[in-house]
DNA sequence: CTGTTTTTAATACCTAGTACTAATACGAGC
DNA sequence: GCTCGTATTAGTACTAGGTATTAAAAACAG
């Protein structure tokens, strides 16, 4: 695999790759894997605005404890422009203060989720939408006050699956890109009848 | 509310609970909350074999990230004996090494959970079944080498809905006790195709 | 070859601990 | 009262995984 010595910039892209598919790596294994040295890291993180890695970890569970995680939850993260049911759509996300890591002003990956996932849920024409997803990537970490711009294209439609494709821009530079599959369902009482049984169970 | 000396078993109880509904208390808060001294905190822990804050949220985000939360995708967990379809049921677990915390020997809370929704699961009729829940509560740790005993009681039934009540000893002491509620289902094409197509988009 | 950027090094300090030793307080029995 | 044993608190040395800062060395670009 790739042993030539990356440039700054590489390695910071790399970087962001290693941390968003392991938090879980120290800054010393961070070190080894790239072939450099402690120090480096550490600026590279805080050019990246990368936490350390208690402070990534201490986050991730508190997303999974606070059941913050009920993204699908959300109602529609985003403004909706530019519908096309069932074939393409926009939308438009400024995020606010508390939807970022402690201390700096990155945005939390979950809103940039969110706002995807809403979009692609809303441009189908269906009661109900379920979604599963792939090949979701976060390309460039989003900052407080840039405004967030997804674009969302159906690709294929099947039966009632709709492979939605979405791409996140700030500033016409692309942040985010995800497909998504989209199960549109008429036949949803299931769903319905399992949340009234529980909120019924107080 | 109470404000009264704790006794040291007292104490202990509430350490478990507190930890238990918020893991993100470090030893020092801890001992503001029960007006104690930290080293008193750090005893209790090790008595309690409770880790340090920093590998409790490790854990939790591990759990979490892994998606080992797909519990609901475990087999089952445990050795079904006394089902009686609809009614009860019984089943024993000996956690096995890898189930625990780093280090000390105390059974990780989602193997207990597995096991009691294992059997909630398998005690009812059905070709699928879902399950939500609430009422969960891990009264006592349980320790490598100790024999779990989960029984299972199905409360009410009311169209493909059952309320189960599991309770599981170890010794005939009450480890854990929840509440479960499984939909029981014919109609699973949907939850089949979508599988099905989220692997052929490999 | 000089100037700038990038990388490495070195040092002091921080948090939230472990591991250990030692001193003190508290309650129960006599 | 005093004494024994448990419970609690105190103190010290050490650790991981950092932050923050200053300074030196290396790499590269014109």
Known sequence: MGKR??????????????????????????AELFKVSIQTIRLDR????IPEV???TRQLARDAYSKVKSIGAVDVIGELVDVEL??????????EAGMTFEGNNVVRGHFIFAQANSL?????????ALTGFSHIKYLRPVQLGDRMV????VERAKN???????????EDELVFKGKFIIFAMDDHK???????VLAEEE
């Open 5 to 30: 010595k990356l440039s700054k910039s590489e390695r910071h892209q790399a970087l962001l790759q290693a941390i968003e598919n392991d938090p879980f790596k120290t800054d010393e294994e961070l």
């Open 46 to 49: 805080m050019e990246l605005r």
């Open 54 to 56: 208690r402070k990534r």
């Open 86 to 95: 069932n074939v393409s759509g926009k939308s438009i996300f400024e995020p």
């Open 120 to 128: 692609a849920v809303a441009i189908i024409d269906a009661e109900v």
């Open 150 to 153: 997804a674009k969302a294209k």
């Open 160 to 170: 009632h699956r709709f492979f939605v494709r979405i791409n996140t821009y700030v």
């Open 190 to 196: 299931l769903l319905k009848e399992r949340d009234t």
